[in-house]
């Protein structure tokens, strides 16, 4: 997963799901229309990573500096930030129906943008716009969606929005690989986007806004009306009494914790459990980026061409498939996260993302170790106005390989015949690389050819199923239970800006560290801070699947000890009893 989360559902809770909707389709239509924006979500975050491929291509500057590449990535991320502050004020003040407007209308003008881009610094202006988009849609879609859900079968449709989140990423990479052959690519993988956004926009204009905030408006006669189409009418009464209470509730939390963020984290701050709970929620969401997820979702292809895959077209099909596998995995995870406990399943999950991390490092430094050679007959093939200039000025190249030769900015043009074999290192540019391939041979200017390569994508998908199981949803599922009822809102806020900041580290700086640490070392580093992550979720998290708010208030007031430091507390509690 990304930056989304999808509830653990139940058995009976999706039987309940089709029974509701077969008797009022209308509250189908309501969930499916709001999580248009879960789909534009994943999409517009995945599909940079086939579309930065071809961008490099026409952009000689894109190509050249790695910091341009990775602006273009994460300025969507930064300015999704903004776009969740920028939510969470509309959401209040102009209701739930007008952001996710706004937000299909920054989605639509920002995708048109970059399809259009004469230069590298439009596309980043339309990356913005759709990254503006994206935080709004990422905290306005699941809202609109809880309320206007009945109770009954909230967590089912909530998680088909999350569904079609990852299902948006898998998309990406699909409509990536079938515009491979077309004139144009990266413009029309990233102007496909502006679609469903149109399409959104339409199907919203004839929906209502969400009742509960209509009611905190004062409109209680419209509130009344749309609950009328959602709950049988007998039902509509009680339902508008619950509406009163929780809005009366929410109101008497902000009178208490105040109604701007600093006020409510001071407030915050002077309360141990809140406190505690912060920590907690931080820490998962923080863990959750620093594994290096969105170094996958983002640059998948760019990985694939680093693993030994030189095709742009090979590399999106491979990342295709580990896409689809999140999304997989995501699913199993709803089936088996109640079942085995938030805590269980993301320590579960970091002890073989760690796994996974090392072994894939092992394989990547393996693979840059035993790099094909380069031949200086093969070079010379080509004539010594195409050489690599490094290499043609190197005192001594008969330890020079094919990463030698791309950590020098160069081209390494494979042997013909067989592309494990010394071939060319070359001036990086595009005529030569051109001339290259005319002759029947290979041109890597991002990996080198590996027979390890294959394992390499077998272990990526790998990282990403067990992610998926268990840090994918657990740290969404975590910080929407485990603080006091009127922090919830605060609490799930910090935490999610918490988690957008960390992606945006990861994302600006991923291409960086794989030309200073090289690609093993840069997933040993994951693999570091997995370790860390594990240790930091192992003594601050506590269980919160099946447990009462009351006594997560308790086990945190009280301070949360993991095995075997609460065997002293255990044996107190027995030696109390016994007395």
């Known amino acids: 997963m990304v930056e989304g989360g999808i509830a653990p559902v139940n058995k009976t809770e999706f039987t309940e799901l089709f029974r509701t909707i077969w008797k009022t389709p209308y509250i189908l239509r309501l969930a499916m229309t709001a999580g248009i924006g879960g789909l534009l979500f994943g999409y517009d975050t995945a599909v940079i990573s086939g579309a930065l491929l071809y961008i490099r291509d026409d952009f000689k500057s894109v190509d050249k500096h790695t910091w341009l590449q990775e602006l273009i990535v994460s300025t969507s991320v930064a300015a999704a930030i903004i776009g969740a502050a920028i939510g969470a004020w509309m ?15 920054l989605f639509f003008i920002g995708s048109l943008v970059m399809a259009v881009a004469p230069f590298p610094s439009i596309v980043v202006i339309g990356r913005i716009l759709v990254g503006l988009g994206v935080g709004m849609t990422s905290m306005t879609s699941p809202l609109y969606i809880s309320e206007t859900s009945p109770a009954q079968i909230r967590g089912a449709l909530i998680s088909m929005n999350g569904f079609l989140l990852t299902f948006g990423q898998f998309l990406s990479y699909l409509i990536n690989l079938g515009f491979t052959k077309v004139p144009g690519t990266w413009r029309w993988m990233l102007g ?244 290259c391939t005319q ?30 199981l268990g840090m994918g949803t657990g740290p969404w599922i975590v910080n929407a239970e485990i603080y006091p009822l009127k922090y919830r809102g605060f609490g799930g806020g910090v935490a999610a800006m918490s988690n957008w900041t960390a992606n945006l580290i990861v994302s600006m700086n991923f291409l960086s560290l794989t030309e200073a640490l090289g690609s093993w070392g840069t997933f040993l580093l994951f693999a570091g801070f997995s370790f860390l992550g594990l240790i930091a979720i192992y003594f ?31 044996a107190q509690n027995i030696d109390g009893v016994s007395a």
């Not at 209701?95 to 299909?104: C, E, M, N, V």
């Not at 620093?290 to 760019?302: E, L, P, R, T």
């Not at 601050?540 to 507390?569: A, H, S």
């Open 91 to 105: 959401n209040d003040s102009l209701g739930r129906k007008k952001a996710i407007l706004t937000a299909d209308v």
């Open 192 to 435: 496909v986007a502006g679609i469903p956004p149109i399409v959104q926009f339409f199907l919203m204009l004839l929906l209502p806004e969400s009742p509960r905030w209509l009611y905190k408006q004062g409109k209680v006669k419209q509130a009344t009306e749309v609950l009328g189409k959602i709950y049988p009418i007998d039902e509509v009464g009680k339902e508008l009494e619950q509406l009163k209470a929780s809005i009366e509730a929410a109101e008497a939390d902000e009178a208490s914790i105040g109604n701007n963020f600093f006020t409510k984290f001071r407030s915050a701050m002077k309360n141990i459990e809140v406190r505690r709970a912060l920590y907690a929620g931080v820490a998962v969401q923080v863990v959750q980026q620093f594994v290096g997820i969105n170094s996958v979702m983002y640059y998948g292809a760019s990985i694939m061409q680093l693993a030994g895959f030189a095709s742009k077209a090979v590399a999106l099909a491979l990342s295709l498939i580990t896409t689809g596998l999140n999304a997989v995995g995501s699913i199993i995870s709803m089936l088996f996260m109640d079942r085995q406990g938030r805590r269980r399943m993301m320590i579960v999950s970091l002890v073989f993302i760690i796994i996974g991390l090392v072994v894939l490092s092992t394989v990547f430094y393996q693979s840059s170790q035993h790099a094909p050679g380069i031949d200086n007959y093969n070079s010379s093939h080509f004539g010594n106005n195409s050489n690599c200039t490094a290499y043609i000025s190197a005192p001594d190249t008969s330890r020079w390989n094919c990463m030698t030769c791309l950590k020098q900015k160069c081209g390494f043009c494979a042997s013909e015949g067989d592309k494990f074999q010394p071939g060319s290192c070359l001036a990086n540019e595009k005529a030569i690389g051109n001339m």
């Open 439 to 468: 002759q029947h041979r290979v041109w890597y200017d991002e990996g080198c050819p590996s027979k390890l390569g294959l394992f390499a994508v077998l272990l990526l998908g790998f990282y990403i199923i067990v992610y998926s």
């Open 540 to 570: 601050l998290v506590p269980e919160t699947k099946g447990v009462p708010l009351e006594e997560i208030e308790k086990v945190l007031r009280k301070g949360f000890r993991p095995w075997p430091f609460d065997r002293k507390e255990k």
